[in-house]
């Protein structure tokens, strides 16, 4: 039986076209979900494909305004009888942060999967049309539901809160921290490394109505304390560091963080490496801060800002979101 997908368009590189295969300069966004779906059709037989075009944008000009039609589809899309799964077409560059922003927000009843390329349709060997019919094998497969939102590129199944874009070219561009991948995909085969973790799991919080302010700051070596006044103003809820090795920062500025933190402000310490855990310190305690766990910056500040729209600011309340999986 064929599974219905609803593939929602938002842009980026796998709908880019470039006016030479020799040069850089192509622009995202070009080719309609139509035109996409055509070309998939043929090697996509499992599924009945219905395209809709929300937006044709580079995704790193996503806003909270497009955030906000994409969940009302996709909420939508969980509601109706006629559809099985959900696919979205999208920029790489914030990729990470739309799939973590709708698996806190969606319920886990249909498969959702984000899926983009690394290189324009019509480039020397173009990813995104093989990315698009894995993600459709994956979104069509009965095991896919039950796992939250998931990401695939690169032959690679990733879950939303492991999903990070690790290299700025090629295509293997990402991973998954602490998981990996949690299934491999070709166009001609799909392997679960694992069963469904969150099955029948409604959705973990509301969408926000607004996004609260929350600025990153990105430690680097000689950094002064003043730089975190020059960040933070009157609408500021939170802060995210983006610290050295597990979380840290000079002295002064740990200092100036801790005195946001008595003012109310929600202060969480991610790191600028790569990968790691950043875990919870002595120091912790006493300053009220939080912990980012396995989260890296722009993603910690996703949950938070979720968090803070959903009324949860508490340190001890908002640890406790951090440290889920
Ligand atoms: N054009 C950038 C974006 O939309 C890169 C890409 O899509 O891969 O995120």
């Known amino acids: 039986m064929q599974s219905h997908i609803l593939i929602l368009a938002t842009g980026g590189t796998i709908a ?3 006016s ?39 995704s790193e000009d996503i806003t909270p305004d497009l955030w906000q039609r994409i969940w009302t589809q996709c909420d939508a899309a969980m509601r109706a009888d006629t559809v099985n ?25 249909k ?65 998954g921290f ?18 469904p973790w969150a099955a029948r799991r409604s959705a973990r919080f509301t969408f926000p109505r607004e996004f609260p302010e929350v600025p990153i700051l990105h430690a680097f070596a000689s950094m002064e304390p003043d730089l975190v006044d020059r960040i933070v ?8 560091l983006a610290g050295f090795g ?15 933190a008595r003012r109310g402000l929600v202060i969480v310490r991610a790191s600028r490496v790569d990968e790691g855990i950043v875990d919870r310190e002595p120091e912790d305690d006493t300053a009220g801060f939080v912990a980012a766990r396995s989260l890296g910056p722009a993603k910690a500040r996703v949950l938070l800002q979720v968090l803070l729209a959903n009324g949860v600011r508490d340190a001890v309340a908002v640890q406790a979101a951090f440290d889920e999986r």
């Open 246 to 260: 597990e979380g840290n920062a000079p002295r002064g500025v740990r200092d100036r963080l801790a005195e946001l």
């Open 16 to 18: 880019g076209r470039s």
């Open 85 to 109: 799964g959900i696919i979205i077409t999208h920029g790489t560059d914030t990729a990470e942060e739309t799939a973590l922003l709708l698996d806190l927000t969606l319920p886990t009843a």
């Open 233 to 240: 103003g009157p609408q500021t809820r939170g802060v995210v």
């Open 20 to 58: 030479s295969a020799l040069r850089r300069d192509y622009r995202p966004g070009q080719i309609g979900i139509g035109e996409l779906i055509d070309r998939v059709r043929p090697l996509a037989p499992q599924a009945v494909l219905e395209g809709r075009e929300l937006a044709a944008i580079g």
């Open 178 to 195: 602490p998981r990996d991948a949690v299934a491999a995909v070709t166009p001609h085969s799909l392997d679960w490394f694992g069963a």
């Open 111 to 175: 498969p959702v999967v984000l899926v983009g390329a690394m290189r324009a349709a019509d480039a020397v060997g173009s990813d995104g049309l093989r990315n698009l019919v894995n993600a459709i094998r994956v979104t069509a497969d009965a095991d896919a539901a039950g796992r939250g939102v998931l990401l695939v590129m690169g032959d690679r199944v990733i879950a939303a809160r492991d999903a990070r874009k690790a290299r700025t070219s090629g295509t293997d561009a990402f991973r």
